[in-house]
């Protein structure tokens, strides 16, 4: 369950306080060049550390690769990476160590594992998504080949919305700014949103869209393989998303057929006038771009004290976390709600056939 | 990729206009008690030709159960269901064979598979969906044995939004009325708002709600099989869906996480004060009732004029489309919604051991 | 776990007593001219009822295809096929139905399941691998549009061994007689050894040899997913079967390197003098044959009196069995053995691209 | 395909001459006692460099757990283990990297991966085996908690037998000499045969025996996923397997039912008089011990000059190997035939909850 995808095999391991974390890509075709550079380049999009909007943790996640790769290029074989994890500091666990953190997966371990490690969420962590974010590096090196490629970006934190962009705007702004939004115009109220909320020692939330540009017509298995099926399991995996919308999503559900449907047209092959659909028809691409959203809760660790249950007293009890957080997540799961993308969009290119194996 | 679940596997087959249509389960633990019945109960509730506002093809839908049940239960060999395509008139789609019907996934099957099956779509129409319902018929049982069970209501048509309900109205009214809504009080509206569409040649959306109660915390695998990473997939397989919220969804995204947080509190057992997560922290169940809800789109086959392209001839048409459509899929996408939350449900409370095999 | 397969997934329903058998193949590429015939020719030659030396159980496997095929070929959607059980009589296993039958999975599935099936074994049956056949057909149909063709012939029964014989022999004799035996010097004193076997109230073993033709270099996937692991897991998974060799097998472990070594030359592309290796070294296809061997047990089923166990008295007690068995297995093996191992060798063909996706 | 398992999944990863070999075990229940220890115990029975029989490679292969134990006990989390590669010297391949070594993988990987990592076979250099004991390790421990141990010894190596043993002498002497074998009587001649192979760059095969007691009655999935069929599959991955056998294997085929067939009777129990099926009857476990064989070709690697091709020229060639290799196999891939074997039980044991959850 530490798997993902068919072809395309991703298996993460490591909690945040442990020695390591990593990933083990299976199933890239040989001969593709990669390198640790490669993957260093969208691990530094998620580190820690970089701005007064997210988490005092300081980690150099600096990228290993262990094997899979001979003279600057893929064998087929697995790629195994990994980062040490440095800058672990669980002394504010501690204390509260038999205290369940509200809107944390705390109880849930507990009561299927029967006990947790209690280290800053053990593999519940955000660190988990470090492996994912590896492990999409590969995908988006693979799909780059085929002209294909994927951005995310911020479209909202708490209540700052930012207004429509262009993709152009998407490339080019968004990793200028702490917040990844590519609309400049209203990027520093979003800082100032996530800096009201830390002042006050609280969190918000918001939304990230995802476009994937230059993915063919035709990926997609019917009827439980589906594009935007594999889109919102990988995308709902990701810890603090609680919702996932295709195309227009829940904006479709108050529309009639005739608002709703993308008409067809031929425009140097066959297009659609609009893209309600966000790319995706009864779960195969249609050719246009792939456009999907995600909402993501505020970050649960706030500093504010909170009711809660002392699980060896079975007492109620007040809680005031510590640590080092994001008093927003929405900037860090930019990269990792990317990664995931990508990560789906080449297992399809490999199961449809679209990327192949090597020429022999 | 037409199966579905790690434990409890569902595999369907067939196409709207094939010979017929079914399902094979397998993984059911043995000694469950099983007949064609509780099958059919469950199909009759997704059944065409029920009232004005479905579509008028009339399916008898008589369940046959081929294999694993022996003496009245199950032996845990896989149970293959089908039922006969009795009513499919595939007149209405020659004439538009070569035209690409907006909305549908047309475009996609052909650039995937070279050719279509245009006979009401193939395997891309709805009638796929009978398959879900066998299957989901025998996870709602195994679940029932756990104390496990899933609703589904239609929370909006169109513009027409139902009140807060409370659970036992859901249970109570939601089959009482052709819309399956559980809020009587704007039923009627719900069921105007679809004739209306239908007399203008066109169709409506809509959105759903699922409450499952009864689910233990622990259920969930991290970090690819998380409870909701797994709904959020076996949701949006389902044709028509274009968003899934998990809890609070996209209304999240605008909080803070003092006001997002469910804070915990000893009642009868660990519970949590709200629920605002939907029952689900980390991908981990927590014993509160997991709720989550999906937006269906407008039905794509309407009969006005649209305009299209030629594949053929590749050129620009207009299509008008004929045949018998439910002028608003969210009625009968309630049982379907309900099969694969079940699934899910019953694939996890598998996967966790708290259905285990059969005492020795 | 009645799935098989990665690409090519076989799945496969039905007991021996209940009312049909059937299997669904899923991810057959669309576009492949099938129809029911092609199945029916490879079930009639697993078909009872056939000679002396089979069981006198007649059931005519008339094949019906419920989806996947449209207008003669298939659609790339799940092939379902089924046979109806015709002549089931479940009598003869009315009086033993709690005595375990010595070399049968009796005991196991009651220690698994809590209970069993007990009309003519229920899915322990050989009648299970009516499903194999039907998917092995499909494979055999796919891999014939790329000159691959997988054969299997007895070579011994009992005592009575076949000698080395030519390809073209095994192509042209194997189905010409009841033991489907191409040695045919032979092949009436193996009919003779099963005829003096069942004349005794007795049964009789024997080997399978599989050997597959144009297979191309390169298949096979490594480390566990090694074409020789896959073969031996899917013959091994054939009730009866209890060895697999892969070229030499055993006979290689008493060789030196020098002797076992298969040089290679170039002979109209890159070629091995000799192919003790069965066409597979490191788990992935050389371009030369594949060659396999199975060894067959004696079927369990014999009248001869037999000591076991009452398992409701929990008291010894001998048993008799009646009922209609083959007394060797061996004969009907064949096209089983055959099945799957084109059901491997489809499933790699796809794996490795060697069998693509459409052209567009 | 690097992954192995369905509720134990092995993930290997590493090539002989790369940075690192290792492996990611997933769905470990928490709770277990586990430390590098138990895993460097393993890993030291198949070390290289340990007599004049095995490969004069040395390395030291110190294991790091790098994930998945918290306080000395796993978390079910993943975990992930590795070993630095520290010797590998890569200079005796660049001479040869153009010339296939007669019964290795190269040609396959050349003919599927369109390149290949010449140094030491890459990753179908038995090194890879490093990450499959890992794997076994924990295997191991978790089966070793419900009284299931795994034994395997070498039966014979070239033309010496060793005769019928004891399972305590199997415990007691298998590892107390070089070529692993549990019957002392032969134990020299096999060393000698191994000596006098590799005085004349030869080398040579053999045949190891598994044995596993404590397996309760039941486990195993009908009808793909029977214990013999992964059995079989597990071991026949294993480079260097040809062939595989349970209970009496090939034997078996010149055997009538009567004196197959194992008859039951209750001794403490259900058991049969006899074990020829091995402990597995229709793919389930009997509760008898689980008996296997595996034969193992000679060693490829030789130094005596074999007739060959050059990939680069397309000319015949003949090829000289030098490097450090180990004249038979044979001793060194009894742990790794240990390890896959245990990782085969352990599975099933978790897939029929013979070893549960954490209780609550």
Redesign the interface.
């Known amino acids: 369950?530490?798997?993902?995808g068919r072809r395309l095999?991703l298996?993460?391991?490591?909690?945040s306080h442990?020695?390591?974390?990593?990933a083990?890509v299976?199933?890239c075709p040989?001969?593709l060049a990669l390198d640790a550079r490669d993957i260093q380049a969208e691990m530094d999009k998620r580190r820690p550390g970089q701005s007064a909007v997210t988490s005092g943790r300081s980690e150099p996640d600096l990228v290993?690769?262990?094997?899979?790769v001979?003279e600057g290029?893929t064998?087929?074989?697995?790629?195994?990476m990994?980062v040490r994890n440095v800058d672990a500091d669980s002394s504010a666990y501690l204390e509260i160590k038999d205290l369940?953190r509200?809107?944390?997966?705390?109880?849930?371990?507990l009561?299927?594992?029967?006990?947790?490690?209690y280290?800053g969420?053990?593999?519940?962590s955000g660190r988990?998504t470090a492996g994912r974010v590896m492990g999409g590096a590969v995908a988006k090196k693979l799909l780059s080949l085929k002209g294909v490629h994927v951005y995310a970006h911020t479209t909202?934190i708490?209540?700052v919305r930012a207004g429509e962009v262009a993709l152009e705007d998407v490339i080019k702004n968004t990793y200028t700014n702490p917040v990844r939004c590519a609309d400049l115009s209203v990027e520093k109220e979003m800082e100032e949103a996530i800096r009201m909320?830390k002042a006050e020692g609280?969190?918000?939330?918001?939304?990230v869209e995802i476009i994937a540009i230059g993915v063919?017509?035709?990926?997609?298995?019917?009827?439980?393989?589906?594009l935007?099926?594999?889109?919102?399991?990988?995308?709902?995996?990701i810890?603090a998303v609680?919702?996932?919308?295709?195309?227009?999503?829940?904006?479709?559900?108050?529309?009639?057929?005739?608002?709703?449907?993308?008409?067809?047209?031929?425009d140097n092959g066959?297009k659609?006038?609009t893209n309600h659909?966000?790319g995706?028809?009864?779960?195969?691409?249609?050719?246009m771009p792939i456009v999907c959203k995600v909402?993501?809760?505020?970050?649960?660790?706030?500093s504010?004290p909170?009711?809660?249950?002392n699980?060896e007293t079975?007492?109620?009890a007040v809680i005031t976390i510590r640590g080092r957080h994001d008093p927003s997540i929405v900037p860090r799961i930019v990269p990792v709600v990317e990664a995931m993308a990508a990560l789906v969009l080449a297992d399809h290119m490999l199961l449809?056939?679209k990327i192949?194996?090597?020429?022999?």
Chains 1, 2, 3, 4 share one sequence.
């Not at 009561?111 to 490690?117: E, L, P, Q, W």
């Not at 935007?228 to 399991?233: E, R």
């Not at 195309?247 to 067809?264: I, K, P, T, V, Y």
């Open positions: 369950m530490n798997s993902f095999r298996t993460t391991f490591g909690e442990g020695p390591a974390v990593g083990v299976d199933g040989s001969g290993e690769i262990l094997s899979g001979f290029k064998t087929g074989m697995p790629i195994a990994m369940l509200p809107g944390h997966a705390d109880y849930g371990y009561a299927k594992y029967g006990f947790r490690d280290r969420g053990g593999r519940s988990e909202s708490y209540d909320a609280d969190s918000v939330g918001g939304t063919p017509a035709g990926l997609g298995e019917p009827v439980f393989g589906k935007d099926a594999d889109l919102a399991g990988a995308l709902m995996s810890g609680k919702g996932v919308e295709v195309g227009l999503g829940f904006g479709a559900a108050s529309l009639r057929g005739s608002e709703m449907n993308d008409e067809f047209l031929i066959i659609t006038r659909a966000g995706i028809l009864g779960g195969i691409s249609t050719g909402a993501v809760k505020p970050t649960p660790s706030i504010k909170q009711h809660t249950v699980v079975k007492e109620d449809s056939g192949g194996p090597p020429a022999p």
